[in-house]
């Protein structure tokens, strides 16, 4: 398989993430709390920094930004990969970039989500080192 291949997978499978998370923030009881007086709670109070918003809205705003962020990768990495692979590949920065965010995802999945996403930011993960080693092998 090649690199373009690889790192177009790997940024699908960030991609889907995200876009499934996005649904999730806005539509069913997925990213809900289980109870709904703490759903009460947090459209009550405010978070320290400002009275101007409420922990609910927080909530709801930062589960869409973290969603927006994945498909953004997923369409920037993917766009690259399979239409200006050259220019991809061989900007180091980029490559490094791409591969921080992944480390870091997966970090934060396997401390404070649970597996699922853990998994598919493994296996996106997998994908892109692969690409990296076969693009300077």
Same mark, same amino acid.
């Given at each position: ?43 009550? /109070? ?56 992944? /480390?870091?995802?997966? /970090? ?30």
């Amino acid at each position: 398989m090649n690199t373009q291949i690889l790192i177009a997978i790997s940024s699908g499978i960030i991609f889907i993430l995200g876009l499934v998370h996005m649904v999730y923030t806005f539509r069913g009881p997925k990213l809900k709390p289980r109870d709904p007086a703490l759903i009460e709670s947090m459209q009550r /109070v405010s978070p320290v920094i400002s009275k101007e918003t409420t922990m609910w809205k927080c909530w709801v705003g930062f589960n869409a930004s973290h969603s927006l962020c994945a498909m953004l990768y997923g369409l920037v990495y993917g766009y690259l990969s399979i239409w200006h692979s050259d220019f991809l590949l061989a900007s180091n920065f980029l490559l490094i970039t791409g591969l921080i965010l992944l /480390v870091s995802l997966a /970090v934060l999945a396997k401390l404070y989500w649970f597996s699922l996403p853990f998994r598919g930011i493994s296996l996106a993960f997998a994908c892109y080192f692969a690409a990296i080693v076969l693009n300077f092998t």
